[in-house]
Nanobody, 122 residues
Framework: QLQASGGGLVQAGGSLRLSCAAS????????VGWFRQAPAKEREFVAR????????YYADSVKGRFTISRGNAQNTVYLQMNSLKPEDTAIYYC?????????????????WGQGTQVTVSS
């Protein structure tokens, strides 16, 4: 029900735009988060956006470089990634938390997309 796309190989300093498309009412009324998982590391929070799109929050490691946004139809969430660094290399996932309370803990998210690989070369 969630489909992440837009990953790829990019040089350091480059940009990518990830998309997370929801089928049906998977997003309806709830915040959406982006997470990432690098090899041999735990999944970590990257960014989240409220249902209305008016509130966003970022991990310190991506603040000022990444921007999360919602599409006009509310069934797509984007992650614009600029000034990419090799340490941004990971599989990126989008997820929905079916709860009105904010959380950065991936264990508290209920529905996940399949992930999209982002590789940043130095």
């Amino acid at each position: 029900q969630l489909q992440a796309s837009g990953g790829g190989l990019v040089q350091a300093g480059g940009s990518l735009r990830l998309s997370c498309a929801a089928s049906g009412r998977a997003f309806s009324g709830y915040a959406v988060g982006w997470f990432r998982q690098a090899p041999a590391k735990e999944r970590e929070f990257v960014a989240r956006i409220s249902w209305s799109g008016t509130m966003t929050y970022y991990a310190d490691s991506v603040k000022g470089r990444f921007t999360i946004s919602r599409g006009n139809a509310q069934n797509t969430v984007y992650l614009q990634m600029n000034s990419l660094k090799p340490e941004d290399t990971a599989i990126y996932y989008c997820a929905v938390r079916y709860d009105s309370r904010w959380s950065d803990d991936p264990a508290r998210y209920d529905l996940w997309g399949q992930g999209t690989q982002v590789t940043v070369s130095s």
